[in-house]
């Protein structure tokens, strides 16, 4: 039990920005929504799309921080739809990207 | 002397011609008409033999994302993505020789990134990397049409190009010889109408009750749809559309003597056509016209990410199933549509001698 908080406060220590901490309800929620809808772009990188995974397309994007991704989330950027092209929530959505930033770290 | 004439010629023609591509392009000196696309299974108004010079034929297609009813008996729905906003999208109809010019609309109220591949085409993907376009964009693809037959054409976009076919993406342009058809000896056929039928194997995901879905976007509904196209089965197949789209109010009409060309195509996956009570006169199954026709078919095969073609001159009256012959994909998921032919019954072809009666000992 000590050693999961202590990795859970480790992992805390590492993100930019302590908003983007995520508990694991979210990254299920976002898991969901990811797999039903993000995963058309973002699993090929169709439409140059960030890649799932993929450290050093992220990078950049983490350190523009969650209000930016949100920002691109929300309102849609070249060939992504606002929301991602989905009518799920800001909440859902916010969980998303939490969740494909979970799998950039 | 002379050599260097040739020489001063042959430089004066190369900087032309360096100099000239913007002016020189033979394209744009060929006169330019612009037909008017009609809904499916029509086929727009078209000359088979045609005396004209070699033409740039300008199209335009707008495409529309927008959910649509796939079997109304049972209200299913699917996200549809179309080309004109009908499965299969408009047949456009050309001569060998003419270039094809298509602008492409992908309207600000879609959602997703689109293009065109036009299997008629050669180069850049059968056009598909020259016509990316976002919502809100449009493009101009221009290509010689140097091959007769009927040809696929289907978005691609990078990636996703499977969802965009299947969600019904695909039509056919058919370019005609310019003398028209001709049977296996070169004599001319003629037809008097025309349809085109799409055929689209749909892949509807079904929640853990057993029914199938509805999403609210079409990517919402993108990964339960790959889910199902991995596993190869379709949920539905349909001609244009919808199940029963072509029967009822929407059945296929002729009369009796009345030459039918049927236009079929298939963007994702086989198909084997079959005129119940009729037959396939002349059948170009692959759809090229520079092959010769094959006759009196029951049956044909059109593979995947095919147009096929079959000519039939009606001889009796009556209603005709057109269907895939797969019969459970005709009569289970949907693969079938009519034909009501009017007309005088011929009784040398069939009659019915004796009606069904109870056995006499």
């Known amino acids: ?105 | 002397m002379k050599v260097f004439r040739l020489c001063m010629a042959a430089t004066a023609l190369a900087s032309l011609l360096a100099g000239g591509v913007a002016l020189a392009d033979p394209a744009d000196k060929l006169e330019h008409i612009k037909p008017v696309l009609v809904a499916p299974p029509h086929v727009m108004e078209h000359e088979q033999a045609t005396k004209a010079k070699p033409r740039v034929v300008e199209f335009t297609m707008t495409i529309e994302e927008k959910k649509i009813v796939i079997d109304e008996e049972n209200g299913t729905t699917m996200q549809a993505m179309t080309f004109n906003g009908s499965m299969p999208g408009p047949t456009m109809v050309v001569h060998e020789g003419d270039y094809v010019q298509l602008t492409l609309i992908n309207p600000a109220t879609n959602a997703l990134e689109h293009n065109i591949d036009f299997h008629a085409s050669t180069g850049a993907l059968g056009g598909g990397a020259l016509t990316k376009i976002k919502p809100g964009e449009q493009t101009v693809l221009r290509f010689k049409a140097d091959r007769t037959g009927t040809f696929i054409y289907h978005c691609a976009p990078e990636g996703m190009v499977p969802w965009h076919v299947v969600s019904g993406m695909s039509g056919t342009l058919m370019v005609l010889p310019r003398d028209g058809l001709k049977d296996q000896d070169g004599k001319p056929l003629h037809y008097d109408k025309v349809y085109t039928i799409g055929e689209f194997d749909l892949y509807i995901p079904k929640d853990e009750n057993g029914n199938y879905k509805e999403y609210d976007t079409a990517l919402e509904s993108y990964g339960d749809t790959t889910e199902v196209m991995r596993g190869l089965i379709p949920s539905h197949i349909v001609f244009n559309g919808k199940k029963g789209a072509l029967t009822g109010a929407g059945a296929l009409t002729a009369k009796v003597g009345e030459t039918v060309l049927f236009i079929h195509s298939s963007a994702n996956r086989d198909t084997r056509p079959h005129l119940i009570g009729g037959h396939g006169d002349y059948v170009w199954a692959t759809g090229k016209f520079i092959n010769k026709p094959e006759r009196n078919l029951e049956t044909w095969f059109i593979p995947g990410g095919t147009a096929g073609v079959m000519m039939y001159t009606f001889k009796q009256p009556g209603i005709y199933a057109y269907v895939n012959h797969n019969l459970i994909e005709a009569f289970e998921l949907g693969a079938a549509g009519h034909v009501k032919v009017e007309g005088k019954w011929n009784d040398d072809l069939m009659k019915q001698v004796v009606a069904p009666s109870a056995i006499k000992n």
């Open chain 1, 1 to 105: 039990m000590l050693k999961i908080v202590s990795l859970t406060a480790l992992s805390l220590a590492l993100l930019p920005a302590l908003s983007m901490a995520s508990d694991a309800g979210t990254l299920k929620t976002g898991e969901k929504l990811y797999k039903s809808a993000c995963v058309a772009c973002h699993s090929t990188g169709a439409a140059n799309a960030p890649k799932l995974g993929n450290k050093q397309a992220w990078a950049p994007l983490i350190a523009k921080g969650m209000d930016e991704m949100m920002n691109v989330a929300l309102h849609g950027k070249g060939a992504m739809p606002a929301r991602g092209g989905t009518k799920a929530d800001d909440a859902t959505l916010r969980a998303a990207v939490e969740y494909m930033v979970s799998r950039a770290q």
